[in-house]
């Protein structure tokens, strides 16, 4: 018998009814159109789903993913992105300036009055550098552990540490900056990617009795200081009156200034023009004297020149012949000898003296 007629071809299947797909091509449509409907499904609605296989990660944000449970380092930014669905869950964290507003804060002051801060509000980010390093540590979380839990911890030492006199009034301008500084302090230290930019704290909440009182201290704070401005506003009104008369003296007291230097000018020109006058008259005078001198020492001269025996005769019987009187007695004409001799002798005298003077210039020139 040939084996090969043993061999017979198996029989071929027999005809699906009801179309003209087979098991597999319903199956492979199947699968497409499942695939299809949770590759639709958005990842905001759900974004912890493990079913979808597209993503969106948002702006100002960074896709992290988890892959049964564990951490992954796979970092995305924004947009669509394709995952590993059942398998890989994914988070957007978001890694821009975020506020975190931690609310209905109590504590109690260092003398034990109890107070509620209502609000205090942190201004943060995460730096994109250091996601996987602070959510591998703390979690999606981790401002809870550095920001919520920590304002509470800071917030009470705070308080316990100050009374409600510096807590409310005193020293409150200076909590934000401690607030921003001790939180920094301990990211900069545990939590590095966290950056505190600033902290706002809002007014505490304090008893409505102690509220009262520091209000009604408040206002006679404000009536002192209103006070005290009026007192430098009256000061200040004095002090530019005084000005003002200091400056109005200083001005009188600089015109009458120039006024008199502008007289002491004139007296001293005219006493200029009278130095100069008086020196013109005296030169004048004696520039007289001097021509009445030389004119009288010329005629002095010119007398003594004269003065001769023979002229002084002359003149002498000039005299006498003029005289119209006449005398009689026994002695006049002895009278008129003595006279005569007399006349006589002056007049020798006088020659002499001229010839003695002549004699003198005489030598003199020689």
């Not at 008259?281 to 030389?294: L, T, V």
């Amino acid at each position: 018998m040939d084996p090969s007629q043993d061999s017979a071809a198996p029989p071929s299947p027999p005809a699906q009814s009801g179309g003209s797909f087979g098991i597999p091509a319903r199956l492979a449509f199947a699968s497409i159109v499942i695939i299809a409907s949770l590759a639709v499904v958005p990842s905001c609605w759900y974004t912890r789903s493990s079913l979808s296989i597209l993503h969106q990660v948002p702006e100002g944000h960074v896709g992290v993913y988890w892959k049964g449970g564990a951490l992954l380092k796979t970092i995305t930014g924004p947009g669509f992105h394709l995952k590993m669905p059942l398998v890989t869950q994914n988070e957007p964290v978001l890694v821009t300036l975020q506020t975190d507003q931690v609310r209905d804060i109590p504590c109690g002051t260092k003398g034990g009055v109890m107070i509620n801060f209502e609000k205090i509000e942190v201004v943060n980010k995460l730096k994109k550098e250091y996601v996987y390093e602070t959510l591998l540590s703390y979690g999606v979380n981790y401002d809870n552990t550095w920001i919520y839990d920590k304002i509470h911890h800071e917030i009470n030492q705070f308080c316990s540490s100050h009374s409600l006199q510096q807590v409310y009034i005193d020293v409150f301008d200076q909590i934000d900056e401690k607030m921003k500084d001790a939180l920094q302090c301990d990211c900069t230290k545990y939590a590095p990617g966290i950056e505190i930019l600033s902290v706002r704290v809002t007014k505490p909440i304090i008893p409505e009795r102690i509220r009262r009182n520091y209000e009604q201290m408040e206002e006679e704070r404000t009536k002192v200081l209103i006070s005290i401005e009026r007192q430098k506003v009256v000061e200040k009104e004095s002090e530019t009156q005084k000005k003002m008369a200091i400056h109005e003296a200083e001005k009188t007291a600089t015109v009458s200034n120039i006024l008199r230097e502008q007289k002491l000018k004139e007296k001293e020109n005219a006493m200029e023009l009278q130095e100069i006058e008086n020196q013109m008259f005296i030169a004048h005078q004696k520039c007289r004297a001097d021509a009445d001198f030389y004119s009288a020492m010329k005629e002095a001269e010119a007398n003594k020149m004269k003065l001769t025996p023979e002229f002084l005769e002359l003149k002498f019987i000039e005299a006498i012949a003029n005289n119209t009187k006449i005398f009689f007695g026994h002695k006049v004409p002895d009278m008129v000898l003595d006279q005569r001799l007399l006349v006589g002798n002056f007049l020798e005298n006088v020659s002499q003296q001229v010839h003695g003077e002549r004699q003198m210039k005489s030598d003199d020139n020689a």
